[in-house]
Nanobody, 127 residues
Framework: QVQLVESGGGLVQAGGSTRLSCAIS????????MAWFRQTPGKEREFVVG???????TYSNSVKGRFTISRDNAKNLVYLEMNTLKPEDTAVYYC?????????????????????WGQGTQVTVSS
């Protein structure tokens, strides 16, 4: 069974930076499109950024230019570098994997399209 485990996060001051990691076991990460979502209490889970098997990335407008997703297929790791953090970035961040990939279609941004999820990690940005 595929398992995803997030690490990192914590309390960061506004304007600061942090880095999240997602470790994948059971299959190689190269077999999946990967994404980060985030969720705050009472709100739906929100797409943040995704990366296809090819390396093509798609960013939410709210984080574009501040966050960077990357993948290390040899280590089965996906990263989320978060810079210039804002209080509105405060959320639980989830790593997700989608095995139904296409070289021609854009990455999926609907949480229901992803089969595998990590447990989430809290990022809190103080003002």
């Amino acid at each position: 069974q595929v398992q995803l485990v997030e690490s990192g996060g914590g309390l960061v001051q506004a304007g600061g930076s942090t880095r999240l990691s997602c470790a994948i076991s059971g299959r190689t990460v190269s077999a999946y499109n990967m994404a980060w979502f985030r969720q705050t209490p009472g709100k739906e889970r929100e797409f943040v950024v995704g990366i296809k098997r090819s390396g093509i990335t798609t960013y939410s407008n709210s984080v574009k230019g501040r966050f960077t997703i990357s993948r290390d297929n040899a280590k089965n790791l996906v990263y989320l570098e978060m810079n210039t953090l804002k209080p509105e970035d405060t959320a639980v961040y989830y790593c997700a994997a989608d095995p139904r990939t296409s070289a021609f279609l854009p990455i999926r941004q609907d949480e229901n399209e992803y089969d595998y999820w990590g447990q989430g990690t809290q990022v809190t940005v103080s003002s």
